[in-house]
């Protein structure tokens, strides 16, 4: 195999959780690797010609924003492997134009993620916030306690059936609901998944759901007032995709009337995904927020030893090299409309 040229730029400081020494030393030993950091003082020239004397270039959470001018001169360039999985805030769409292979982490998240949209579910159907604040505050019942539910007979709607959406239909599926699944873009749809074809059809006939679509131009802030209102007295919206694909004002209205419930991973705050600490949307009961970590694993490897081992998305990247310089089609590559349509 032809020895490549790798490079990696930060913002700031490397993010420890993904430049993890064991993944950094996998790197060295597919190519020269080198890293920049304390990149965004940069201007776009620096950045584009640091780039383009490089085969591939590994992109992550802490990497700064692609220079446009890269799609009309890339130099060497030939790759970019994104670590992680939202692309859109780092490569400008000219580039996949222009034929650069650039791939993400594909399905390496999903079923963490997945297994976290069910227990936010369950957390609301069962009532735990509410039951925390009531046990402490010498309390025995909650206050709405006919709101308590079970999935087994639900009729839960999924929002986006990509790698997510259906790793979580094959966790909550045993447990009994009557699946309703709207996502326009799906072709080989789930048997176990009733379809509809529209977003308004799926709000009118659920009583829960669970949103995990791409953010782009047409879903946002498609789970609007109009849509909400469609939800039955004490319906809940799980949200583990982005919070831009809701109108969160509109939701934080009716969980504040308490005619709604919400349990929300991520938010439509600039991206940071957490209140203010003042923030009274923090002391709503029927409200759970995790602020986009419901997803984490980080107990299990401490518990094994394996902090130091690679994570599925570093062997998903380091696969994806090994593919390219054997030359060799790489996997979760993104041509226009799936970049279009991711987040």
Same mark, same amino acid.
């Given at each position: 195999m032809i020895s490549l040229e790798l490079l990696s730029l930060h913002k700031s400081a490397p993010h420890a959780g993904v430049w993890t020494p064991v993944f950094q030393d996998e790197l060295r030993k597919r190519g020269n690797y080198r890293r920049f950091e304390s990149t965004s003082d940069w201007d776009a020239a620096r950045l584009a010609e640091t780039v383009r004397g490089a085969d591939v270039l590994v992109t992550a959470w802490d990497s700064p924003a692609l220079p446009a001018a890269l799609a009309e001169d890339p130099g060497r360039l030939r790759y970019i492997c994104h670590v992680n999985g939202a692309i859109r805030s780092y490569v400008p769409r @000219? &580039? !996949?134009?222009r034929g650069m292979t650039v791939t993400n982490w594909g399905p390496a998240p999903a079923r963490h993620v997945a297994e976290g949209a &069910? *227990?936010?579910l369950l957390g609301s159907l069962k009532q735990l916030p509410e039951h925390v604040i009531a046990k402490r505050a010498g309390q025995w019942r909650v206050a709405r306690p006919d709101w308590a539910g079970s999935v087994n007979g639900l009729r839960l709607g999924v929002f986006g059936l990509g790698v997510i959406g259906r790793a979580f239909v094959d966790f909550v599926r045993p447990l009994g609901p009557e699946l309703i699944g709207y996502d326009p873009y799906l072709k080989e749809w789930p048997e176990e998944v009733r379809r509809v074809d529209s977003l308004d059809a799926l709000?009118? #006939?659920c009583d829960a759901i669970v949103i995990a679509a791409g953010l782009n131009e047409e879903t946002r802030r498609s789970v609007d007032a109009r849509r909400l209102a469609m939800l039955p007295e004490g319906?809940?919206? !799980?949200?583990? *995709?982005r919070g831009g694909l809701v109108d969160q004002d509109a939701l934080l209205a009716e969980v504040r009337k308490g005619r709604l419930r919400a349990a929300l991973d991520v938010l439509d705050t600039g991206g940071k995904d957490w209140f203010e $600490? /003042? /923030? $009274? @949307?923090?002391q709503l009961p029927n409200l759970i927020l995790t602020a986009h970590a419901v997803g984490a694993q980080g107990w299990n490897a401490a518990l094994r030893g394996s902090e130091?081992? &690679?994570? /599925?998305?570093h062997k998903i990247c380091l696969g994806n090299? #090994?593919?390219?310089? @054997?030359? %060799? $089609?790489? %996997?979760h590559a993104f041509d226009l409309i799936r970049y279009d349509l991711s987040t």
């Open positions: @000219a &580039l !996949v134009e &069910l *227990a936010l709000f009118t #006939d319906g809940i919206v !799980v949200n583990v *995709a $600490p /003042d /923030d $009274p @949307a923090r130091g081992q &690679l994570r /599925d998305f090299i #090994d593919r390219f310089r @054997a030359g %060799e $089609p790489v %996997e």
